[in-house]
């Protein structure tokens, strides 16, 4: 599992959400008022801080009660590293209606952003006391928990996450990593064969399918499944494909193909676990310490 960052990465990839809860309670509102923070989320997720603030204000003036204006408002706050603003829109938006998940939410990605990482929990289950149904907070609380080693726990939330929003790959990748942490393989297997039917061959089910064919020392057959990866605009992905190719390159004894690929990974994120353990294992190949080894395709470091 992808190491989730704080700040502007985390509000982007809630923007999208956060617009159909609008879309949901908003029947009341003015209508260019919903408008206006459906293009402020457009422009928070393409970064444009500025342009999000002037239309989810405007939002604001048509309907200063708009409880998802206040909440994508605290969110550009915090893609700026602001806080204390993000901390008094978010409980505004609370103060304004405890019965919408959002808010709740929201000031638990706020916590995590600050290191406060039981706080967010609190605040994720928060907002699945409110909606049980609310997927943003379904996959924090999950990844969260995963994160802290309660590996039953992540696996249980994963599987709801998956039970209420099939769509989502993160619910699916979840479910099987917690499974692959358990040393429940089959098991994973099989659940990564539903995900395939539901969702297709997208990038974070191939890493995943890869994964199997290391563990069946396919090494050809994975880097091959990993390599249309490595181009992914989603840097994420590309990093971890150039890591799990380094792991291939070991088990066919190519030093010098992993070492590169490893190299790649770690360019993308030098703290990268599988691909520093790839490294060690090209570099002991390369010495002639070792003949062979296929390292585990379940490593740690995957968060």
Request: proline share 4%; hydrophobic share 50%; with cysteine.
């Amino acid at each position: 599992m992808r190491r989730e960052t704080s700040g502007v990465v985390i509000v982007v990839a809630l923007a999208a959400a956060l617009a159909c809860a609008s879309c949901a309670s908003s029947a009341a509102l003015p209508r260019k008022a919903v408008e206006l923070n459906a293009l402020g989320v457009q422009a928070l997720s393409s970064g444009d801080l500025a342009g999000a603030e002037a239309r989810l204000s405007v939002a604001l003036e048509y309907s200063p009660r708009f409880v998802e204006a206040w909440v994508n408002l605290g969110y550009v706050e915090l893609g700026r590293g602001s806080f204390e603003q993000a901390r008094r829109d978010f409980l505004r938006a609370r103060e304004l209606n405890q019965d919408i998940p959002a808010p709740h939410h929201a000031l638990g990605v706020l916590a995590e952003s600050e290191g406060k990482m039981l706080a967010a929990e609190s605040f994720y289950r928060a907002a699945l006391k409110v909606d049980p149904g609310f997927a943003p907070a379904r996959a924090n609380l999950a990844r969260r928990l995963f994160a802290r080693g309660q590996l039953e726990n992540a696996r249980e939330q994963f599987e709801r996450l998956v039970a209420v929003a099939p769509g989502e790959v993160r619910g699916w990748t979840g479910w099987i990593e917690a499974l692959l942490a358990l040393g429940r393989e089959a098991d994973a297997r099989a659940i990564l064969a539903r995900a395939r039917a539901c969702l297709g061959d997208v990038p974070g089910l191939m890493l995943l399918r890869a994964r199997e064919q290391l563990a069946a020392a396919d090494w050809d057959e994975a880097e091959a499944t990993l390599a249309p990866l490595t181009g992914q605009r989603d840097r994420g992905n590309a990093g971890a494909a150039w890591a799990w190719i380094a792991v291939a390159r070991v088990g066919k004894g190519d030093a010098a193909g992993a070492e590169q690929a490893s190299r790649a990974a770690l360019a993308i994120d030098r703290d990268d676990g599988v691909a520093l353990h790839a490294m060690g294992l090209a570099e002991r190949l390369r010495e002639g310490g070792l003949s062979a080894e296929t390292g585990s395709p379940y490593l740690p470091g995957r968060e």
